[in-house]
């Protein structure tokens, strides 16, 4: 299906009337999705796995900047979990146009010290997930002839780093996972994109990696961390009438890092 409707420059980033679904919302970069798909009119469901204490304060300040939030549990591992989550959008609001697939963990080991339960884990949290939730949200989506899906990544996926082997491949997955995606939903009307960011700041990064951080800012074209804003305004776009015929791309945020010499 084709929208040849072409959105005035102050409707290109706007949301108005559609619902999402962003997952792992609780902090860090999913925080700052909802809060800023929400700022651009969408309604929020904001997913937590264990931190309700956190996704309630996201939904409060959606409220309180006169948006619509609500906070919704699951264990995103759990298909049945993941159907009533992605159901409560069309219960609540009786459409799902929007899902940005933010959820993950990002734990660190050695190779040859990674257990199989470790690589299943880190498989489960960080593909099955994004599987899981797509594969859910297609049935609402296709029905409303529309659907934009943001998946998290990680530049890991295309660089990869100590002790990062299964973290790094996991990412890598849904880079392609997204590609697939892209083109057997397309002709439903549903666009799927990545993207993937650099090194974002969050508390207390400083003081566990100071070498790090310094190297990152020294070698990055743009000198600096990211911020979770940064990682979610790539994200409202891709979701937004600006990216209207875009769909299977891979968008790094990352400062330029991935272009930094070698040299």
């Not at 919302?25 to 999913?30: F, K, L, P, T």
Request: aromatic share 6%.
């Amino acid at each position: 299906m084709t929208d040849t409707a072409i959105p005035s420059v102050d409707s290109l980033l706007r949301l108005d009337g559609r619902a999402s679904v962003v997952t792992g919302a609780s902090q860090g970069i999913g925080a700052a999705v909802a809060l800023r798909l929400a700022e651009a009119g969408a309604k929020v469901i904001v997913h937590y796995r264990g931190n309700e204490d956190g996704a309630q304060a996201v939904v409060r300040e959606i409220e309180a900047a006169g948006g619509c939030a609500i906070a919704v549990g699951a264990e995103l591992s759990d298909a049945e979990q993941v159907q009533r989550l992605m159901s409560t959008a069309m219960k609540r609001w009786g459409t799902l146009d929007i899902l940005v697939n933010a959820a993950g963990v990002f734990p660190v080991k050695p190779f040859t010290e990674i257990s199989l339960s470790d690589w299943r884990t880190m498989y489960a949290s960080n593909v099955e997930s994004v599987f899981l939730c797509t594969q859910q949200a297609v049935g609402p989506m296709s029905a409303g002839g529309f659907g934009a899906i943001v998946n998290v990544a990680s530049i890991a996926a295309l660089s990869p780093g100590p002790e990062h082997s299964h973290y790094s491949s996991s990412k890598a997955a849904v880079v392609m996972l997204t590609r697939s995606c892209a083109q057997e939903l397309g002709p439903l009307g549903i666009r799927v994109n990545t993207v993937s960011p650099g090194l974002v700041h969050r508390p207390s990064l400083r003081d566990e990696w100071p070498d790090g951080i310094d190297r990152w800012e020294r070698q990055a074209p743009l000198r600096r961390l990211g911020e979770a804003t940064d990682v979610a305004d790539a994200c409202l776009f891709l979701v937004s009438p600006a990216s209207r015929w875009i769909t299977g791309h891979h968008l790094v945020v990352d400062g330029g890092m991935l272009s930094a010499s070698v040299y």
